[in-house]
């Protein structure tokens, strides 16, 4: 909620915190990064190491992840294991993760501060060169245990075994019966799949038998399983090869593909997350976790069958009418933002963690509307916003009373573009009143007064308790993945335009 300043309220809004944010919307704008966080750059742009979050290049074990409050998982933008639908994070991937963020909590009788997943999309040929360098503690992104996997890196227990890998096609596809068949044939994958692996495997077997190689189109690193089906049922692409449980799952979107169930070219594949090697601890607590959730269990059989099962969430989050009103509030977002200097994607991540982006919401304190907007704060004269139960007037408030706060109390100070903000949000959330007593309180403890993360965060929860902590904290995890799904999806939709 909004506090104001001489705009008086200070009393912190209680709000049940609703994980799920991002979309399988396009954001199709550029978006230029105002503060001083740094992620990681697209696919195309590897001469510099990637950053994302405040630890950069750790290896540590868990109890190094404990130490930090926030447990890095690199993971992919798909329809089905990790997506935003109008503004919330969904997918397997992403519930499996948060099911696993509450367990580890629990573990290390944690209540008030508490350890986050942080999640960070990134290309599939990033997942493990992103863990054996330090960005990211675990990679989730259904990945399939190989061979040539475990020569990098560890992996915990599976979480769904008997996978097999089957050939799929479309319109443009050659006629195929069997597995001979594919010889000399040309098949669509991306180079970092074990399905690419299973290819090559495949190309050793004909070799041996007197058979010419499957031809194989390396596909962009940046397009999932569901882009290359998309792909191939327009006949842009002859054939390719697909888990068959998501491709069971497609088949029921896509009216033009071919699902081969009988010709596989791996059949028994485990699918487990990925982590670094020599990380005994880290390990333990995963496989302790997958035991009690993998497919088989209640929250296991619930989490696949609410997502490969029933396609009704796909089809409703690229409705027309559900685009169409997404996309306007973010148009509103765009203007108000750029009016104030600010990143909209960052306004877009603050607007979900107040109101989940429902803009009917109204608080028992009297802030109403997507920002959570008191009218006292609205009418103040450093404001001055009238209506605030229009959608509209709402975000102006709001994006305009953030920028008072960071002028006001902020502007001067010797901390950095981010931290300002960063403070701003603690501001917007508990008052200004109360975070200049926890900067003064953050002194007193010996740490940084100018430093939100592991400084001043750690004061405010001994003096207001956990919510502003998990509110600044929680905006920051909503921010990154917004502007590194914007960023994904971007490519993704140059390369599919491309192909047309």
């Known amino acids: 909620m909004i506090c104001a300043d001489n705009l008086r309220s200070s009393e912190v ?55 930090y409050r926030e447990i890095r998982v690199l993971v992919v933008n798909s329809k089905t294991y990790f997506f935003l639908d ?5 997918g397997i991937t992403h519930d499996f993760l948060k099911e696993f963020e509450k367990f580890v909590n629990k573990k290390i009788q944690s209540d008030i501060l508490k350890t986050h997943i942080i999640f960070t999309p990134v290309a599939r040929d990033e997942l493990i060169p992103g863990l054996l360098k330090g960005y990211g503690d675990i990679a989730a992104a259904n990945l399939t245990i190989t061979p040539e996997r475990l020569k990098s890196v560890d992996f915990s227990a599976p979480m769904l075994t008997g996978v097999k890998e089957v050939v799929i096609t479309g319109p443009a596809s050659p006629s195929i019966s069997n597995l001979d068949d594919l010889a000399s044939k040309e098949i669509y994958v991306r180079k970092s799949s074990s399905y690419y692996e299973s290819l090559l495997e495949l190309n050793r077997n004909f070799k041996k038998s ?10 962009d690193e940046n397009l999932e399983d569901e882009d290359l089906l998309e792909m191939l049922n327009a006949g842009l692409i002859p054939m390719i090869i697909v888990d068959h449980h998501k491709a069971q799952f497609w088949q029921k979107i896509f009216d033009n593909i071919q699902v081969h169930a009988d010709i596989a070219v791996r059949s028994g594949g485990e699918i487990a997350w990925a982590f670094r090697k020599n990380s005994p601890k880290l390990k333990s607590v995963i496989n302790e976790f997958v035991e009690a959730n993998k497919e088989g269990t209640l929250i296991g059989n619930m989490l696949f069958m609410k997502y490969l099962k029933d396609v009704k969430y796909v089809k409703d989050a690229l409705s027309e009418k559900e685009l169409q009103k997404y996309n306007n509030t973010v148009e509103i977002f765009k203007k108000y933002a750029g009016d104030f200097n600010f990143d909209y994607l960052m306004i877009t991540a603050q607007a979900y963690q107040e109101s989940g982006l429902d803009h009917s919401k109204k608080s028992q304190s009297g802030a109403v509307g997507i920002m959570q907007v008191l009218p006292s704060t609205a009418t103040d004269p450093n404001i001055n916003i009238a209506e605030i139960h229009k959608l509209e007037n709402n975000i102006h408030a709001g994006v305009k009373y953030l920028r008072f706060l960071v002028d006001r109390y902020f502007k001067d100070e010797p901390m950095s573009d981010g931290n300002k903000l960063l403070f701003a949000f603690a501001a917007y959330n508990a008052g200004p009143g109360n975070v200049i007593k926890i900067r003064q309180k953050t002194a007193e403890m010996g740490l940084d007064p100018n430093i939100w993360f592991y400084n001043a965060e750690i004061a405010a929860a001994k003096i207001i308790g956990r919510e502003t902590v998990q509110y600044v904290s929680n905006i920051y995890k909503y921010y990154v993945a917004y502007k590194l799904i914007h960023e994904r999806e971007k490519q993704k939709n140059t390369i599919k335009e491309k192909a047309l």
């Open 86 to 90: 109008s503004g919330q994070q969904r």
């Open 210 to 219: 007197g058979k010419k190689p499957v031809k194989l189109v390396l596909a």
């Open 13 to 67: 809004i209680k709000h049940t915190f609703r994980f799920f944010l991002l979309l399988t919307v396009l954001i199709a704008v550029d978006v230029t990064m105002l503060i001083g966080f740094s992620v990681l750059p697209a696919a195309a742009e590897k001469s510099a190491p990637p950053k994302y979050t405040i630890r950069e290049e750790i290896r540590g074990d868990f109890d190094e992840m404990v130490k």
